[in-house]
């Protein structure tokens, strides 16, 4: 339960808004660090937490683009693939990554492992193509880059199994 | 009052009220139709089709002088917006100009329409809303022809989405108006619906548990302007033009709800008129536009295959079909023996000509026995003193005002007065719920009040102090009789005159006294002389013969007992039930939907209900078979129709003097009119037409002097060592003949149930979930326990019907003992 693990980080989310219910945004952030995604489970438990019907969670869930609703990979990567970004080539390359993790648009490796989807603008057409992956920004990207961070993160993944396998997970 | 302000519209000046939402004056006052699609008068407006796109100006003056700015040729200047705007979220001022003809806002109404269209399934042919469907209206009068849109780049969803038992949701069809959200959140008050994503993809969603299952589910699929929302029950039933809806009154519970009955030749049912749906009809005193799911699904035990279609008659002990002749001819054997030791009992959907029909027969044989089923109810006086005033509003109360309920949960009894209350509270009133236990209003309620068994009358006697009640510009007491004794009950309704008095309430408008009766026309069997105090004497002891006209008698044992002691009973019904299982002649009655007649609602309006379908097998309008046993016994031939019955009735009913059904079939008008016809606002609710009745003046409205009369709480019951108090409740799904014949509905009636307090369950040993017994009064129920951290210690709230065999229907001692479960055999 969230309510027990972070009841700290609770008590400090609720400090910052007069009404309870303005906090559903920061609650679910918190829930999709927790479980991966928002859960069915999440969506009641901060229904409780902040006096509102477990529909309405779900509901604001459902309107933002960076609540996970299902389970997906440990690297989401959201790929700007809008006008201007398409201008310098995001749509290219777009298709070239997907045809390098062998996946679709949308889809996830079976490894579990990166997620990749296209998005509507990110305020960053200067700096195209360029994608989001866990909400960092990764930006005048081309598939040489591009490699090397997938190689980058599947290292640093292996790493993050490793400690865990030991019982001792790397802060982030 | 508001203040007039005069605005132009399309040129003309229009005088309307200040303020006014621009669309409702515009069609009230212009006669202007600003075409919507989520605007609805009975919500907040919200802005989100972008439908009722006008253009808006205001005249211009001069700063310095404040003088009107004045054009060249004497007309005054106009300053018009460089947009158009929403007319649903624009409220009028003295000034403003509307134009809503104009080439810019025609342009913006088809496109608005080609955009909602865009991705809409088009598929009317095989659509429950085809015929009345605001999209289909709009878009033949302001849309565009053809669609720019190549089907194939149509977004899919869902089309058949469960969204509780009795609600569908197509996804592609919704066209995001948001109506359904907004119905459950402002007017139900239980959020169980939402929007999911966005844009083309955005969906009506319930991830709620329970989910949509609220007493009011149905009223979305009236609102809803498409054929998003169906019901279970009509869904792929009909076609609305093949429909006649067939003005009536709902035969559920004391509110009265103004319904019609959508009337069509049926082959699957032999080629005769049946009830395709139940629809709402608008009564702005009333029900407004909203029905219970009860009154909307509750209406199949009409056509019920269970129904009597013939009469009976004991031979040599066992009822036997017979001839209707004679089995009035042995009633009126049995009647003419007995002199005038005869009891009549009228039960809760008797109608008042039913009921005059059994006076005249009781006058007749020179009985004055008139009851009233059921027995729990105390004396109705009160009612008729300080009953809310003629002409009351609940949709008026607010701010200032006070709404006080006593021992009702109005959830379950009246399930429209339950919304009214909550929608009274959210405009400001005051509303204080007081009973002896939880009950939902709670939620809504500013204040609630918590008394012991037997404390309702002790809370209500001292409640002319409360600065709240004392102050409140307009007060309305509901006063039902949860947890009471018959006598208590008639003692609380006293303090509750007392109160209104005292506090200088009684017979003003928006004021008074509500009873939550049990019955649709509980109030019209007081009103005719009936008094369930009569009934309990006839239980003590029993007349020779007892006339039973549908009320379920033996679901008491002493109603058993009256029946097994009076010599011959004669049991009118529409069903074979315990009562008629122990009659000597059993004749069959039509059901409301049959046959013309009036139910008088617990606000004392009188209503007109109209015949829809053909009689099942031989039965007869309650009124005539009376008649004929009458006429056998020496009286006129029975009156021709119900409308003679009700004149004669208004003849020598002083309270009813004038309520001749011509008078009652004159509709008020409906401010705003939200009936199917003329349709502006989409939905189908029908529109007034077969009247919305007429009240009978309380007492206090004639200025009469009313006194005070000190009232004193009657012993309450007391439970002995080992015992429990168990209070029986009215819950609105129970598994009476009248309800449960629609099988739609099996899902949301539960198992036979009691609600015990944790403490007292683990003190007799019992589970939730496991099995108990109760015993009380010589009777035993065998019921599922559950657990209830909510209910009152010492008592056992034991809802009414849901298990087989007779109970007490009054407070009463008794005992709860676990039921060891049989092991199963392997
Ligand atoms: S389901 Fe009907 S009422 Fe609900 S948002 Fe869609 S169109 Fe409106
Ligand atoms: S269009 Fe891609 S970041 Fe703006
Ligand atoms: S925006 Fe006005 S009716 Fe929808």
Redesign the interface.
Known sequence: MLKDKYADRIEKIFAKYADKRSAVMSLLYLAQEEYGYVT?DA??EIAALIG?????V??IA??YTMFREEPKGRYWLQVCTDLPCALRGADKFYEELLQELGIEDGGTTPDGMFTVEHVMCLAACDRAPMLQCNFHYHEHLDMDTMRALIAQWRAEAGVLAEAAAVGDAPAE | MTTTVTIHIDGVPYAVPDGMNLVDAARIYAGVEIPIFCYHPKMKPVGMCRMCLVDLGFEVRDRATGELALNPDGTPQVRWGRKLETGCTTTVRAGMYVRTRTEQVQEARRDVLEFLLSSHPLDCPVCDKGGECPLQNLTMRHGPGTSRMAYDDKLHLDKHVPLGDLIYLDRERCIQCARCVRFQDEVVG?????????GRRLQI?????PGFDTYFSGNTTDICPVGALTTADFRFGARPWELTNVPSISPHGPVGENIALSMRLDRDSGGVQVIKRVIPRQNEDVNEIWISDKTRFGHHFTLSPDRLREALARKRGELTPVALDDALKAAAKALKEAGNSVGFIGGPMTSNEDFFALRELAAHVGSRKLGLWPATLGDAAPAAEVGIASGSRLTELGKGDAVLVVASDLEEEAPIWFLQAKQAADRGAALIVANLRETKLDRYASRTVRYGLGGAVGFLDGAASDETLAQAANLVVFVGNEGLGADEHGVLLRAAANLLITTGHAGRRNNGLIPVWPGANTQGGFDLGFESAATRAMLQSAPDVLIVVGADVAETPAGAAALDAAKFVIALSLFPDATTAKADVVLPIQSFAERDGTFTNAMRRVQRFYTAQGPVGESLPAWQVIGLLGQRLGMDRPRRSAALVMKALAESVKLYAGMSYPALAEAAVQTPPIGISPGFYGGTAAAPTGGTGLQWPSKAESRAKLSVTPVEAPQAVHAGAGELVIVPLRRLYDRAPEFFASAVMHGRIPQPFVALHPSDAARLGAVDGGRVKLSAGGASLDVTAVVDATAPEGLALLPQRLAPGAFPQEPVAGRVEPVAEAVAAD
Do not use: K, M, N, Y
């Open positions: 069915e969506c009641a509102t019907d477990p529909t309405q779900r509901s459902g309107f | 239980d959020d169980v619906l939402a929007f999911h994503e966005r969603i319930t991830t709620s548990t």
